[in-house]
Structures are given as structure tokens and as C-alpha cells.
Nanobody, 119 residues
Framework: QVQLVESGGGLVQTGDSLRLSCAAS????????MGWFRQAPGKEREFVAD????????YIKDSVKGRFAIVRDNAKNTVYLQMNSLKPEDTAVYFC????????????WGQGTQVTVSL
């Protein structure tokens, strides 16, 4: 089964860039959709972006379009979330997730990595 480990979070300032990584392991990774979600304190977890296994299709939350991009490197079993022009409202724990194409629901989740954007 898929196991996911996020890394790359940290403390940055408004306008900075950060790239999150999600390393996936397990022989069932092939064919899976990969996604990023985030959860701010006291808030519900929300969708940020996801990508098909082939990388042909991506979906990105409207509020971060133009600033965030999701990229997949299947040879390394890794998916990235490139975050540019960061804002304080981007502060959250970011989670990597995976799901089978026919599921429609994300099944596997990483432990999360904290992103804090200061003024």
C-alpha cells in the first residue's frame, strides 16, 4: 500500500517561495492520483491541488492559481507543490494524499508538513 511522507515546510516571509515534496512508496503508487490539501488552525481541511499519474491533468484551487503548481516525477515516486508569492493566509499544515483513479476519494495521507508565512 502507498505510504506518503511530506517534507519542505518551514517558516518564510510574505512573497517568498517554497517547494513541498511528497515521497511515495508502495507498489500500488502507479496509476494513482496525487493531491495536496491544507488545514489551518481551527479550519477544515481544504483541497489545494491534484494531478493524474501521467501528469496530463491538474486541478488547482482558484485562490492559489497563478501562484502554486503541482508537479509529478514518477521515476522518483515524488510529487511536488511549488508555492510562489506566499501569503499569510497560506499558513497551514499541508498534507499529501493519494487515491486510485476509480475511487473518487483520497485514501492515503501523509503526516503533514507545516508552512508558516509571516508578514
Amino acid at each position: 500500500q502507498v505510504q506518503l511522507v511530506e517534507s519542505g515546510g518551514g517558516l518564510v516571509q510574505t512573497g517568498d517561495s517554497l517547494r513541498l515534496s511528497c515521497a511515495a512508496s508502495g507498489r500500488t503508487f502507479s496509476g494513482y492520483w496525487m493531491g495536496w490539501f491544507r488545514q489551518a488552525p481551527g479550519k477544515e481541511r481544504e483541497f489545494v491541488a491534484d494531478i493524474t499519474w501521467s501528469g496530463e491533468s491538474t486541478y488547482i484551487k482558484d485562490s492559489v492559481k497563478g501562484r502554486f503548481a503541482i508537479v509529478r516525477d514518477n521515476a522518483k515516486n515524488t510529487v511536488y507543490l511549488q508555492m510562489n508569492s506566499l501569503k499569510p493566509e497560506d499558513t497551514a499544515v499541508y498534507f499529501c494524499a493519494a487515491r486510485a483513479p476509480g475511487s473518487g476519494k483520497y485514501e492515503y495521507w501523509g503526516q503533514g508538513t507545516q508552512v508558516t508565512v509571516s508578514l
